[in-house]
Protein backbone atom coordinates (compact mmCIF):
# COMPACT_ATOMS: atom_id res chain seq x y z
CA UNK A 1 0.00 0.00 0.00
CA UNK A 2 2.78 2.32 0.47
CA UNK A 3 4.09 1.72 -3.31
CA UNK A 4 1.06 3.10 -4.60
CA UNK A 5 0.69 6.35 -2.40
CA UNK A 6 4.02 7.39 -2.90
CA UNK A 7 3.94 7.02 -6.54
CA UNK A 8 0.85 8.63 -6.48
CA UNK A 9 2.33 11.54 -5.12
CA UNK A 10 5.38 11.97 -7.34
CA UNK A 11 2.44 12.10 -10.23
CA UNK A 12 0.44 14.66 -8.34
CA UNK A 13 4.18 16.74 -8.28
CA UNK A 14 4.50 15.60 -12.13
CA UNK A 15 1.04 17.21 -12.86
CA UNK A 16 1.33 21.00 -11.78
CA UNK A 17 5.19 21.98 -13.34
CA UNK A 18 2.93 24.47 -14.76
CA UNK A 19 2.51 26.37 -11.32
CA UNK A 20 6.77 27.16 -10.78
CA UNK A 21 7.09 27.82 -14.70
CA UNK A 22 4.09 30.46 -14.17
CA UNK A 23 5.77 31.72 -10.63
CA UNK A 24 9.00 32.39 -12.09
CA UNK A 25 7.80 33.92 -15.63
CA UNK A 26 5.38 36.45 -13.42
CA UNK A 27 8.98 37.64 -11.23
CA UNK A 28 10.57 38.17 -14.56
CA UNK A 29 7.55 40.13 -16.27
CA UNK A 30 7.56 42.09 -12.75
CA UNK A 31 10.69 42.47 -12.78
CA UNK A 32 11.45 43.61 -16.29
CA UNK A 33 8.34 46.02 -16.19
CA UNK A 34 9.92 47.55 -12.47
CA UNK A 35 13.04 48.12 -14.82
CA UNK A 36 10.91 50.35 -17.15
CA UNK A 37 9.18 52.07 -14.80
CA UNK A 38 11.80 53.48 -12.28
CA UNK A 39 14.00 54.48 -15.71
CA UNK A 40 16.81 52.77 -15.48
CA UNK A 41 16.90 50.45 -18.12
CA UNK A 42 20.39 49.74 -17.77
CA UNK A 43 23.36 48.90 -14.59
CA UNK A 44 24.93 51.97 -13.00
CA UNK A 45 28.45 51.62 -14.03
CA UNK A 46 31.87 52.00 -12.06
CA UNK A 47 34.30 54.32 -12.65
CA UNK A 48 36.61 51.84 -14.49
CA UNK A 49 33.51 52.06 -17.24
CA UNK A 50 31.89 55.48 -16.75
CA UNK A 51 34.56 57.68 -15.71
CA UNK A 52 34.86 59.72 -13.27
CA UNK A 53 37.35 61.47 -10.76
CA UNK A 54 40.44 60.17 -8.75
CA UNK A 55 41.63 62.36 -6.01
CA UNK A 56 44.76 61.69 -3.83
CA UNK A 57 44.93 63.30 -0.42
CA UNK A 58 48.51 63.45 1.32
CA UNK A 59 48.23 63.66 5.20
CA UNK A 60 49.39 67.21 6.88
CA UNK A 61 51.96 66.93 9.60
CA UNK A 62 50.37 68.36 12.77
CA UNK A 63 52.60 70.69 14.97
CA UNK A 64 53.86 68.63 17.88
CA UNK A 65 52.53 65.61 16.72
CA UNK A 66 54.48 64.23 14.16
CA UNK A 67 53.40 60.58 15.32
CA UNK A 68 50.09 61.52 14.12
CA UNK A 69 50.25 60.10 10.72
CA UNK A 70 49.82 56.11 11.63
CA UNK A 71 48.19 53.19 10.54
CA UNK A 72 45.38 53.65 12.95
CA UNK A 73 44.50 56.77 11.93
CA UNK A 74 45.09 56.51 8.09
CA UNK A 75 42.29 53.88 8.19
CA UNK A 76 40.10 55.96 10.21
CA UNK A 77 40.20 58.52 8.19
CA UNK A 78 39.53 56.10 5.23
CA UNK A 79 36.58 54.50 7.32
CA UNK A 80 35.02 58.15 7.41
CA UNK A 81 35.85 59.01 4.38
CA UNK A 82 34.03 56.00 3.08
CA UNK A 83 31.23 56.98 4.85
CA UNK A 84 30.50 60.30 3.99
CA UNK A 85 30.75 59.74 0.05
CA UNK A 86 28.19 56.94 0.82
CA UNK A 87 26.09 59.34 2.84
CA UNK A 88 26.12 61.26 -0.41
CA UNK A 89 24.52 58.28 -2.84
CA UNK A 90 27.42 57.87 -4.57
CA UNK A 91 28.30 54.22 -6.02
CA UNK A 92 31.31 52.05 -5.99
CA UNK A 93 33.68 55.07 -4.50
CA UNK A 94 36.95 53.34 -3.74
CA UNK A 95 38.85 55.09 -1.12
CA UNK A 96 42.02 53.18 -0.07
CA UNK A 97 45.37 53.81 1.48
CA UNK A 98 48.65 54.24 -0.67
CA UNK A 99 52.27 54.25 1.21
CA UNK A 100 52.40 55.73 4.73
CA UNK A 101 50.61 59.11 3.94
CA UNK A 102 48.43 59.33 0.81
CA UNK A 103 44.76 58.31 0.43
CA UNK A 104 43.28 57.25 -2.81
CA UNK A 105 39.90 58.24 -3.26
CA UNK A 106 38.01 57.24 -6.78
CA UNK A 107 34.64 58.52 -7.26
CA UNK A 108 32.73 57.96 -10.38
CA UNK A 109 31.18 60.26 -12.73
CA UNK A 110 27.46 61.32 -11.55
CA UNK A 111 25.17 63.67 -9.90
CA UNK A 112 26.67 63.86 -6.39
CA UNK A 113 30.64 63.41 -7.61
CA UNK A 114 31.61 66.82 -7.03
CA UNK A 115 29.88 67.43 -4.20
CA UNK A 116 31.60 64.48 -2.73
CA UNK A 117 34.86 66.03 -3.86
CA UNK A 118 34.27 69.07 -1.61
CA UNK A 119 33.76 66.50 1.39
CA UNK A 120 36.33 64.11 1.11
CA UNK A 121 39.13 65.85 2.25
CA UNK A 122 37.35 68.33 4.45
CA UNK A 123 38.71 67.80 8.10
CA UNK A 124 35.70 68.70 9.50
CA UNK A 125 36.97 69.61 13.05
CA UNK A 126 34.08 71.52 14.65
CA UNK A 127 34.75 73.58 18.03
CA UNK A 128 32.18 75.84 20.20
CA UNK A 129 34.37 79.19 20.84
CA UNK A 130 33.18 81.32 23.18
CA UNK A 131 33.85 85.35 21.36
CA UNK A 132 36.55 87.13 22.98
CA UNK A 133 36.08 89.72 20.42
CA UNK A 134 35.36 90.85 16.87
CA UNK A 135 35.79 93.30 14.45
CA UNK A 136 35.90 93.39 10.20
CA UNK A 137 38.33 91.57 7.98
CA UNK A 138 40.91 93.97 7.29
CA UNK A 139 43.64 94.51 9.52
CA UNK A 140 43.27 96.88 12.11
CA UNK A 141 45.51 99.56 12.04
CA UNK A 142 45.73 100.64 15.78
CA UNK A 143 47.77 97.36 16.63
CA UNK A 144 44.85 96.39 19.12
CA UNK A 145 41.45 94.72 19.06
CA UNK A 146 39.16 95.41 21.33
CA UNK A 147 35.55 95.95 19.77
CA UNK A 148 32.79 97.54 21.92
CA UNK A 149 29.35 95.81 22.46
CA UNK A 150 27.73 97.72 20.49
CA UNK A 151 29.54 98.68 17.73
CA UNK A 152 31.33 95.23 16.52
CA UNK A 153 30.85 94.23 13.26
CA UNK A 154 30.24 90.59 12.25
CA UNK A 155 30.14 88.37 9.27
CA UNK A 156 27.61 88.59 6.87
CA UNK A 157 26.81 86.16 4.32
CA UNK A 158 25.67 85.48 1.00
CA UNK A 159 23.27 83.09 0.00
CA UNK A 160 24.56 79.60 -0.79
CA UNK A 161 27.96 79.63 1.09
CA UNK A 162 27.56 76.84 3.27
CA UNK A 163 30.40 77.95 6.01
CA UNK A 164 28.56 81.77 6.66
CA UNK A 165 26.20 82.60 9.39
CA UNK A 166 24.42 86.09 9.94
CA UNK A 167 26.17 88.60 11.78
CA UNK A 168 26.39 90.53 14.63
CA UNK A 169 26.22 94.10 13.57
CA UNK A 170 23.27 95.64 14.69
CA UNK A 171 20.57 96.37 11.60
CA UNK A 172 17.66 98.72 11.51
CA UNK A 173 15.23 95.98 11.09
CA UNK A 174 12.71 94.36 13.71
CA UNK A 175 13.72 90.99 15.30
CA UNK A 176 12.40 88.46 17.79
CA UNK A 177 14.08 86.40 20.10
CA UNK A 178 12.37 82.72 20.54
CA UNK A 179 12.85 80.10 22.89
CA UNK A 180 16.21 79.14 22.47
CA UNK A 181 17.14 80.66 19.50
CA UNK A 182 18.66 83.93 18.73
CA UNK A 183 17.16 85.36 15.35
CA UNK A 184 19.12 87.49 13.17
CA UNK A 185 19.38 90.99 14.68
CA UNK A 186 18.54 94.62 14.62
CA UNK A 187 16.14 95.93 17.15
CA UNK A 188 13.80 94.63 19.34
CA UNK A 189 10.16 95.36 20.06
CA UNK A 190 11.04 97.63 22.82
CA UNK A 191 13.41 99.23 21.01
CA UNK A 192 16.52 97.86 22.74
CA UNK A 193 19.38 96.88 19.75
CA UNK A 194 19.93 93.38 20.11
CA UNK A 195 22.95 92.22 17.98
CA UNK A 196 22.55 90.15 15.14
CA UNK A 197 23.68 86.28 14.94
CA UNK A 198 23.64 83.28 13.23
CA UNK A 199 21.18 80.50 14.97
CA UNK A 200 21.50 78.77 17.99
CA UNK A 201 19.62 76.05 20.37
CA UNK A 202 20.90 73.48 22.05
CA UNK A 203 21.72 72.25 25.06
CA UNK A 204 25.50 70.79 26.33
CA UNK A 205 28.10 72.16 28.58
CA UNK A 206 31.76 73.21 29.65
CA UNK A 207 33.98 75.53 31.73
CA UNK A 208 33.77 79.41 30.50
CA UNK A 209 36.35 80.51 32.43
CA UNK A 210 38.39 81.55 29.48
CA UNK A 211 34.75 82.89 27.91
CA UNK A 212 34.78 85.42 31.04
CA UNK A 213 38.21 86.55 30.23
CA UNK A 214 40.93 87.27 27.60
CA UNK A 215 44.07 86.32 30.20
CA UNK A 216 45.29 83.72 27.95
CA UNK A 217 45.42 85.58 24.97
CA UNK A 218 49.10 86.85 25.31
CA UNK A 219 50.40 90.03 23.48
CA UNK A 220 51.18 87.76 20.38
CA UNK A 221 47.76 86.32 20.12
CA UNK A 222 46.43 89.87 20.73
CA UNK A 223 48.97 90.78 17.67
CA UNK A 224 48.36 88.35 15.38
CA UNK A 225 44.61 89.25 15.56
CA UNK A 226 45.34 92.70 14.72
CA UNK A 227 47.21 91.81 11.57
CA UNK A 228 45.32 89.26 10.15
CA UNK A 229 43.99 90.05 7.17
CA UNK A 230 40.85 87.78 6.53
CA UNK A 231 40.09 89.35 2.89
CA UNK A 232 43.10 86.86 1.97
CA UNK A 233 42.24 83.22 1.72
CA UNK A 234 45.24 81.78 2.37
CA UNK A 235 45.80 83.78 5.55
CA UNK A 236 41.95 83.32 6.18
CA UNK A 237 42.24 79.53 5.80
CA UNK A 238 46.33 78.87 8.19
CA UNK A 239 44.75 81.43 10.80
CA UNK A 240 44.07 78.26 13.29
CA UNK A 241 46.78 75.80 12.43
CA UNK A 242 48.68 73.96 14.67
CA UNK A 243 46.16 75.69 17.75
CA UNK A 244 44.95 72.75 20.58
CA UNK A 245 41.26 72.93 21.24
CA UNK A 246 42.32 73.93 24.79
CA UNK A 247 44.24 77.23 23.88
CA UNK A 248 42.57 80.48 22.59
CA UNK A 249 42.44 81.39 18.78
CA UNK A 250 42.06 83.63 16.27
CA UNK A 251 39.63 82.72 13.35
CA UNK A 252 38.01 84.32 10.36
CA UNK A 253 34.07 83.85 9.26
CA UNK A 254 33.80 82.04 6.07
CA UNK A 255 33.31 84.80 3.71
CA UNK A 256 36.67 86.87 5.20
CA UNK A 257 34.49 89.80 6.11
CA UNK A 258 35.12 89.58 9.76
CA UNK A 259 38.01 87.85 12.11
CA UNK A 260 37.03 86.49 15.75
CA UNK A 261 39.29 86.22 18.94
CA UNK A 262 38.16 83.11 20.60
CA UNK A 263 38.81 81.41 23.81
CA UNK A 264 39.57 77.65 24.08
CA UNK A 265 36.88 75.10 23.04
CA UNK A 266 34.09 74.34 25.38
CA UNK A 267 32.20 71.83 23.17
CA UNK A 268 33.64 69.65 20.38
CA UNK A 269 32.53 67.88 17.03
CA UNK A 270 33.11 64.34 19.15
CA UNK A 271 29.54 65.60 21.26
CA UNK A 272 27.70 65.75 18.62
CA UNK A 273 25.81 62.39 18.03
CA UNK A 274 23.76 63.36 14.67
CA UNK A 275 23.17 66.61 12.50
CA UNK A 276 20.30 66.99 9.63
CA UNK A 277 20.00 69.69 7.21
CA UNK A 278 16.51 70.72 7.55
CA UNK A 279 14.52 73.70 6.25
CA UNK A 280 12.46 75.72 8.44
CA UNK A 281 9.16 76.60 7.26
CA UNK A 282 8.73 79.80 9.82
CA UNK A 283 11.86 81.71 8.67
CA UNK A 284 11.87 79.81 5.12
CA UNK A 285 15.57 79.23 5.55
CA UNK A 286 18.14 76.11 5.85
CA UNK A 287 19.77 75.41 8.45
CA UNK A 288 21.72 72.77 10.48
CA UNK A 289 20.36 70.71 13.27
CA UNK A 290 22.47 68.51 15.57
CA UNK A 291 21.77 66.21 18.75
CA UNK A 292 24.73 66.09 21.87
CA UNK A 293 25.60 63.08 23.16
CA UNK A 294 24.53 62.98 26.80
CA UNK A 295 28.24 64.64 28.09
CA UNK A 296 27.86 67.48 25.20
CA UNK A 297 24.76 68.16 26.32
CA UNK A 298 25.56 68.83 29.82
CA UNK A 299 28.89 70.58 28.48
CA UNK A 300 26.60 72.74 26.55
CA UNK A 301 24.08 73.84 29.08
CA UNK A 302 26.80 75.22 31.20
CA UNK A 303 28.69 77.50 29.02
CA UNK A 304 24.95 78.66 27.77
CA UNK A 305 24.00 79.68 30.86
CA UNK A 306 27.33 81.50 31.38
CA UNK A 307 27.33 83.32 28.41
CA UNK A 308 24.00 84.48 28.48
CA UNK A 309 24.91 86.69 31.20
CA UNK A 310 27.51 88.31 29.26
CA UNK A 311 26.92 91.54 26.84
CA UNK A 312 27.98 91.44 23.23
CA UNK A 313 30.00 90.21 21.70
CA UNK A 314 30.99 88.04 24.88
CA UNK A 315 27.74 86.55 24.59
CA UNK A 316 28.56 84.93 21.78
CA UNK A 317 29.42 81.50 21.07
CA UNK A 318 31.10 80.91 17.52
CA UNK A 319 31.18 77.71 15.60
CA UNK A 320 34.77 76.99 14.49
CA UNK A 321 34.37 74.16 11.21
CA UNK A 322 38.36 73.14 10.42
CA UNK A 323 38.92 77.11 11.87
CA UNK A 324 36.87 79.05 10.08
CA UNK A 325 33.59 80.33 11.43
CA UNK A 326 30.24 79.29 9.89
CA UNK A 327 28.30 80.81 12.54
CA UNK A 328 28.74 82.87 15.64
CA UNK A 329 25.23 83.08 17.84
CA UNK A 330 24.21 85.25 20.52
CA UNK A 331 23.30 83.57 23.82
CA UNK A 332 19.90 85.18 25.64
CA UNK A 333 19.63 82.42 27.77
CA UNK A 334 20.24 78.78 29.06
CA UNK A 335 19.95 76.40 26.06
CA UNK A 336 18.44 73.34 26.50
CA UNK A 337 17.06 70.62 23.11
CA UNK A 338 19.21 70.35 20.23
CA UNK A 339 21.28 72.76 18.58
CA UNK A 340 20.64 74.51 14.88
CA UNK A 341 23.61 76.25 12.86
CA UNK A 342 22.22 78.65 10.71
CA UNK A 343 23.29 81.01 8.13
CA UNK A 344 22.68 81.69 4.04
CA UNK A 345 22.40 77.66 3.91
CA UNK A 346 21.21 76.30 0.67
CA UNK A 347 19.80 72.65 0.43
CA UNK A 348 23.08 71.45 -0.41
CA UNK A 349 25.40 73.25 1.45
CA UNK A 350 23.43 72.50 4.67
CA UNK A 351 23.18 68.69 4.06
CA UNK A 352 26.77 68.97 2.90
CA UNK A 353 27.82 70.15 6.68
CA UNK A 354 25.30 67.86 8.31
CA UNK A 355 26.77 64.69 6.66
CA UNK A 356 30.30 65.71 7.38
CA UNK A 357 28.87 66.19 10.87
CA UNK A 358 27.23 62.94 11.10
CA UNK A 359 29.94 61.25 10.09
CA UNK A 360 33.00 62.54 12.24
CA UNK A 361 36.05 64.42 12.37
CA UNK A 362 39.03 63.00 10.31
CA UNK A 363 41.89 62.52 12.90
CA UNK A 364 44.17 64.27 10.35
CA UNK A 365 44.43 67.21 7.69
CA UNK A 366 44.92 66.29 4.05
CA UNK A 367 45.98 68.28 1.51
CA UNK A 368 44.98 67.44 -2.29
CA UNK A 369 48.02 66.09 -3.66
CA UNK A 370 47.06 65.38 -7.16
CA UNK A 371 43.38 65.36 -9.02
CA UNK A 372 42.68 63.05 -12.03
CA UNK A 373 39.90 62.62 -14.74
CA UNK A 374 39.17 59.21 -15.05
CA UNK A 375 37.97 58.43 -18.84
CA UNK A 376 35.88 55.90 -19.44
CA UNK A 377 37.88 54.74 -22.96
CA UNK A 378 39.99 52.35 -21.31
CA UNK A 379 37.67 50.53 -19.39
CA UNK A 380 35.27 50.24 -22.54
CA UNK A 381 38.14 48.86 -24.73
CA UNK A 382 38.60 46.70 -21.79
CA UNK A 383 34.73 45.44 -21.49
CA UNK A 384 34.55 45.29 -25.39
CA UNK A 385 37.31 42.68 -25.31
CA UNK A 386 35.85 40.91 -21.48
CA UNK A 387 32.38 40.36 -23.50
CA UNK A 388 33.77 38.99 -26.87
CA UNK A 389 35.51 36.64 -24.32
CA UNK A 390 32.46 35.89 -22.99
CA UNK A 391 30.93 35.68 -25.69
CA UNK A 392 33.75 33.21 -27.59
CA UNK A 393 32.96 31.13 -23.92
CA UNK A 394 29.10 31.21 -24.38
CA UNK A 395 29.17 29.81 -27.72
CA UNK A 396 31.56 26.59 -26.91
CA UNK A 397 29.36 25.92 -23.98
CA UNK A 398 26.28 26.10 -26.65
CA UNK A 399 28.45 24.17 -29.42
CA UNK A 400 29.35 21.75 -26.77
CA UNK A 401 25.29 21.37 -24.97
CA UNK A 402 24.15 20.44 -28.58
CA UNK A 403 26.56 18.04 -29.72
CA UNK A 404 26.56 15.91 -26.65
CA UNK A 405 22.89 16.85 -25.35
CA UNK A 406 21.10 17.49 -28.58
CA UNK A 407 17.67 17.81 -27.58
CA UNK A 408 18.66 18.82 -23.98
CA UNK A 409 20.84 22.03 -24.91
CA UNK A 410 17.55 23.61 -25.70
CA UNK A 411 16.63 23.21 -22.24
CA UNK A 412 19.69 24.46 -20.87
CA UNK A 413 19.28 27.70 -23.73
CA UNK A 414 16.22 28.51 -22.38
CA UNK A 415 17.16 28.03 -18.98
CA UNK A 416 20.52 30.22 -19.13
CA UNK A 417 18.04 33.45 -21.11
CA UNK A 418 15.72 33.08 -18.18
CA UNK A 419 19.28 33.61 -15.77
CA UNK A 420 20.44 36.22 -17.79
CA UNK A 421 16.80 38.28 -17.68
CA UNK A 422 16.90 37.83 -14.41
CA UNK A 423 20.54 38.91 -13.34
CA UNK A 424 20.22 41.96 -15.92
CA UNK A 425 16.73 43.33 -14.37
CA UNK A 426 17.92 42.69 -10.57
CA UNK A 427 21.64 44.13 -11.12
CA UNK A 428 19.38 47.61 -12.96
CA UNK A 429 16.82 47.84 -10.16
CA UNK A 430 19.90 47.61 -7.56
CA UNK A 431 21.78 50.59 -9.27
CA UNK A 432 19.19 53.25 -7.43
CA UNK A 433 18.26 50.97 -4.72
CA UNK A 434 21.89 50.54 -2.80
CA UNK A 435 24.26 52.24 -5.05
CA UNK A 436 25.38 49.15 -6.77
CA UNK A 437 27.92 49.51 -9.93
CA UNK A 438 28.65 47.29 -12.55
CA UNK A 439 32.74 47.91 -12.73
CA UNK A 440 34.76 45.05 -14.65
CA UNK A 441 35.10 42.67 -12.15
CA UNK A 442 31.38 42.55 -11.59
CA UNK A 443 30.85 41.69 -15.12
CA UNK A 444 33.51 38.68 -14.96
CA UNK A 445 31.76 37.47 -12.20
CA UNK A 446 28.62 37.44 -14.44
CA UNK A 447 30.50 35.52 -16.79
CA UNK A 448 31.91 32.99 -14.72
CA UNK A 449 27.89 32.54 -13.23
CA UNK A 450 27.35 31.07 -16.81
CA UNK A 451 29.83 28.23 -16.34
CA UNK A 452 28.29 28.02 -12.82
CA UNK A 453 24.93 27.72 -14.14
CA UNK A 454 25.68 25.42 -17.15
CA UNK A 455 27.05 22.96 -14.41
CA UNK A 456 23.69 22.68 -13.05
CA UNK A 457 22.09 21.54 -15.91
CA UNK A 458 24.28 19.41 -16.79
CA UNK A 459 24.16 17.51 -13.37
CA UNK A 460 20.93 17.24 -13.68
CA UNK A 461 21.26 15.82 -16.97
CA UNK A 462 23.08 12.96 -16.34
CA UNK A 463 21.39 11.70 -13.27
CA UNK A 464 18.58 11.61 -15.75
CA UNK A 465 20.44 9.47 -18.19
CA UNK A 466 21.47 7.53 -15.76
CA UNK A 467 18.33 6.85 -14.85
CA UNK A 468 17.55 5.70 -17.99
CA UNK A 469 20.71 3.56 -18.37
CA UNK A 470 19.57 1.41 -15.80
CA UNK A 471 16.85 0.96 -17.32
CA UNK A 472 13.58 3.27 -16.47
CA UNK A 473 11.50 5.29 -18.88
CA UNK A 474 11.88 8.90 -19.20
CA UNK A 475 9.36 10.12 -16.71
CA UNK A 476 10.13 7.82 -14.00
CA UNK A 477 13.70 9.24 -14.52
CA UNK A 478 13.45 12.43 -14.20
CA UNK A 479 11.61 12.46 -11.43
CA UNK A 480 13.91 9.68 -9.35
CA UNK A 481 17.04 11.88 -10.49
CA UNK A 482 15.79 15.02 -9.33
CA UNK A 483 16.48 14.40 -5.40
CA UNK A 484 19.96 13.15 -6.14
CA UNK A 485 20.99 15.94 -8.46
CA UNK A 486 19.13 18.96 -6.33
CA UNK A 487 21.64 17.51 -3.38
CA UNK A 488 24.60 17.90 -5.75
CA UNK A 489 23.30 21.80 -7.17
CA UNK A 490 22.62 22.50 -3.71
CA UNK A 491 26.19 21.69 -1.96
CA UNK A 492 27.95 23.28 -5.55
CA UNK A 493 26.01 26.35 -5.10
CA UNK A 494 26.66 26.94 -1.16
CA UNK A 495 30.16 26.50 -1.61
CA UNK A 496 30.42 29.08 -4.43
CA UNK A 497 28.17 31.35 -2.17
CA UNK A 498 29.87 31.10 0.66
CA UNK A 499 33.12 32.15 -1.70
CA UNK A 500 31.47 34.76 -2.89
CA UNK A 501 30.33 36.22 0.72
CA UNK A 502 33.48 36.01 2.22
CA UNK A 503 35.13 36.98 -0.73
CA UNK A 504 32.79 40.59 -0.40
CA UNK A 505 33.59 40.86 3.23
CA UNK A 506 37.54 40.33 3.28
CA UNK A 507 37.94 42.62 0.17
CA UNK A 508 37.32 46.13 -0.63
CA UNK A 509 36.80 48.10 -3.58
CA UNK A 510 36.46 46.48 -7.37
CA UNK A 511 36.93 42.85 -5.87
CA UNK A 512 34.10 43.35 -4.03
CA UNK A 513 31.71 44.02 -7.18
CA UNK A 514 33.10 40.39 -8.52
CA UNK A 515 32.06 38.82 -5.20
CA UNK A 516 28.88 40.50 -5.20
CA UNK A 517 27.90 39.66 -8.63
CA UNK A 518 29.26 36.11 -8.22
CA UNK A 519 26.80 35.55 -5.25
CA UNK A 520 23.62 37.47 -6.91
CA UNK A 521 24.14 34.67 -9.86
CA UNK A 522 24.51 31.90 -7.43
CA UNK A 523 21.16 32.49 -6.00
CA UNK A 524 19.77 33.09 -8.84
CA UNK A 525 20.94 29.51 -10.68
CA UNK A 526 19.28 27.97 -7.67
CA UNK A 527 16.09 29.73 -8.42
CA UNK A 528 16.33 28.94 -12.23
CA UNK A 529 17.10 25.41 -11.63
CA UNK A 530 14.55 24.87 -9.05
CA UNK A 531 11.90 26.91 -10.69
CA UNK A 532 12.27 26.76 -14.26
CA UNK A 533 14.62 23.89 -15.16
CA UNK A 534 13.33 21.10 -13.60
CA UNK A 535 9.62 22.17 -14.20
CA UNK A 536 10.23 22.21 -17.80
CA UNK A 537 11.63 19.24 -18.28
CA UNK A 538 9.36 17.45 -16.64
CA UNK A 539 6.77 19.03 -19.59
CA UNK A 540 9.67 18.02 -21.89
CA UNK A 541 9.28 14.49 -20.86
CA UNK A 542 5.69 14.18 -21.93
CA UNK A 543 6.27 14.94 -25.47
CA UNK A 544 6.95 12.13 -27.90
CA UNK A 545 9.88 13.45 -29.18
CA UNK A 546 11.65 13.41 -25.84
CA UNK A 547 9.42 10.28 -24.39
CA UNK A 548 10.27 8.15 -27.03
CA UNK A 549 13.80 8.30 -27.33
CA UNK A 550 14.58 10.26 -30.48
CA UNK A 551 18.20 9.66 -31.61
CA UNK A 552 18.15 13.57 -31.60
CA UNK A 553 16.60 14.08 -28.01
CA UNK A 554 19.82 13.49 -26.21
CA UNK A 555 18.00 11.03 -24.41
CA UNK A 556 17.82 7.57 -26.82
CA UNK A 557 18.20 4.58 -24.13
CA UNK A 558 19.83 2.47 -27.07
CA UNK A 559 22.58 5.41 -27.61
CA UNK A 560 22.87 5.90 -23.53
CA UNK A 561 23.64 2.08 -23.38
CA UNK A 562 20.56 1.36 -21.32
CA UNK A 563 20.37 -1.69 -19.65
CA UNK A 564 17.32 -4.34 -19.90
CA UNK A 565 14.03 -3.28 -17.61
CA UNK A 566 14.48 -4.37 -14.19
CA UNK A 567 11.60 -6.64 -13.71
CA UNK A 568 12.35 -8.38 -17.20
CA UNK A 569 15.74 -9.18 -15.69
CA UNK A 570 13.96 -10.57 -12.46
CA UNK A 571 11.35 -12.74 -14.22
CA UNK A 572 14.23 -14.35 -16.27
CA UNK A 573 16.81 -15.13 -13.17
CA UNK A 574 13.68 -16.59 -10.95
CA UNK A 575 12.94 -19.65 -12.79
CA UNK A 576 16.56 -20.78 -13.25
CA UNK A 577 17.12 -21.16 -9.25
CA UNK A 578 14.48 -23.34 -8.50
CA UNK A 579 15.99 -26.73 -10.36
CA UNK A 580 19.33 -25.93 -9.37
CA UNK A 581 17.99 -25.66 -5.41
CA UNK A 582 15.82 -28.86 -5.80
Given at each position: MAVPKKGKGRAGGQSRPGRALALILIAMVALTGGMFLSGHTTPRLGIDLAGGTSITLKAKSQPGKPEAINETNMNTAVEIIERRVNGLGVSEAEVQTQGASNIIVNIPKGTNSAQAREQVGTTAQ?????????????????????????????????????????????????????????????????????????????????????????????????????????????????????????????????????????????????????????????????????????????????????????????????????????????????????????????????????????????????????????????????????????????????????????????????????????????????????????????????????????????VYFERVRDEIREGRTLRPAVERGWPRARRTILVSDFVSFLAAAVLFLVTVGKVQGFAFTLGLTTLLDVVVVFLFTKPLLTLMARTKFFSSGHPWSGLDPKRLGAKPPLRRSRRVSAPTDHPKEA
Open positions: LYFRPVLSVTGGEPTPTGTASPSASGSPAPSAEPGDKETASGSEATPSSSATTQGRAVTGGLKQDGSPTPAAGDVSGDAAATPAASQTPDAATAALEKKFTELDCTDEKARVAAGDGVKPEDPTVACSSEGDAKYLLGPAEVSGTDVDDAKGQFDQQRGIWLVSMEFTDKGSKKFQTITKKLSAQQSPQNQFAISLDGEVVSAPQVNETLSGSAEISGSFTQQSAEDLANVLSYGALPLSFSEDTVTTVTAALGGEQLEAGLIAGAIGLALVVIYLVAYYRGLALIALLSLLASGILSYTIMALLGPAIGFALNLPAVCGAIVAIGITADSFI
